[in-house]
DNA sequence: CCTTTTACGTTGCAACTGCAATGTAACGTG
DNA sequence: CACGTTACATTGCAGTTGCAACGTAAAAGG
């Protein structure tokens, strides 16, 4: 085996070029070459290291799925050992919004994508596959509340959970849009919460 | 003045032609010669409508605006002549939800046109100048039913509106990008507003 | 040492892009 | 019936695209 180098980590260098050009530039200026001279890199090492632009694109969109993810168990680590199910909910879906220029970035290369992935549906099974798991923990942290007498017993668990969701996706369309500030955002959110859970 | 046609007409079936295309392939598929064929003209032809591509595109997404409005006045129109202001809003964000096969392909080209319009500010102005009178337009609606008695008196109009947009956009993405079904989307935004109106 | 495998770099190509340029036919107007 | 304006169609061009093909250097294994 000879030269050995580490994969993995060259081609999430590339993918992070990409996502640069992509934030910047939208997802349509994204091209071999571009990617490269952001990576600072020849076209031909991207073509070594991805067969197909398509490939790449997809393991870009991987990229942008963790660090989603690594976001989201941070804002949540963040809160302690025991948080209550309306603290958990209310750090897990803040972190969900693009509140910050690094998540930002992010976001706006999501909305990218997921309009990439509407006209793609092998790209769009990538991003639809772990949201019923999504739904389903929401319910259930909803239902522990009501359980403990923390949240409204009227609320429907699954309903409210889609609900939740719903309207943080929504905020965070607006946020990147411009459309809204932070401070609105996280307030509407906060009603939100207060409809679903009990005083405080 | 020789051989007149109506301009506007022939514009707009070139734009029907652009958004087809889009809805299908995705807006990095629209160039003069798809839109041309998807048309049945020549390219020649969507040149001297619009002297440049961006011409054309903004007068699309102008298209796409119009289409959405007349849903929406189409939607309230049906309620009657004097709603309540809960029916109103029911029918107004109902009417935003892509519920049907137009409806939704209108919706995957605004999603592409968001995502294109976010790295370009001067088509995102286009988006984001009725946004303001939307908001305090339902935060209105809300001011009234509260005098009423019939929406709670504790919720905050403004973070109300926004919540009920935001939902009704994040609801739509769900929807487009098959997250959810219409129904449990409509189910949601029936609780949604149940939590801002008192007891049907 | 020598061979094989990997890691790139370079070049080239066919397809496509937006757009300018130029042509032609038709129609209303003087 | 000219004639100028408008409505297209055709062609061409420079730039970009994804990708294949080929080349080279280096390092591990025999």
Redesign the pocket.
């Given at each position: 085996?000879?030269?050995?180098?580490d994969?993995h980590e060259?081609r999430t260098l590339i993918a992070d070029a990409l996502l640069r050009v992509a934030a910047r530039d939208g997802l349509e200026?994204?091209?071999?070459?571009?990617v490269a001279t952001e990576a600072g890199?020849?076209?031909?090492?991207v073509?070594?290291?991805f067969?197909?632009?398509?490939e790449m694109m997809h393991f870009a969109l991987g990229v942008v799925r963790e660090r989603n993810e690594a976001r989201i168990t941070a804002a949540v680590t963040r809160l302690g050992p025991t948080p209550t199910p309306r603290e958990f909910l209310q750090a897990f879906l803040t972190g969900l919004l693009p509140l910050d220029d690094a998540s930002r970035a992010d976001g706006l290369v999501a909305l990218a994508f997921l309009a990439y992935a509407a006209v793609r549906p092998e790209a769009g099974a990538s991003l639809r596959q772990d949201a019923p798991q999504l739904f389903a923990y929401i319910a259930d942290q909803i239902r522990t509340a009501q359980a403990a007498g923390t949240a409204h017993a009227g609320v429907d668990p699954d309903a409210a959970a889609t609900g939740l969701l719903g309207l943080t996706e929504g905020l965070g369309l607006y946020l990147l849009t411009g459309q809204t500030t932070p401070e609105t955002a996280l307030k509407t959110l906060d009603a939100h919460l207060a409809f679903v859970f009990s005083a405080s």
């Open positions: 085996m000879p030269k050995v180098v994969h060259r200026a994204v091209s071999l070459r571009h890199v020849t076209s031909g090492m073509q070594h290291y067969r197909t632009k398509d």
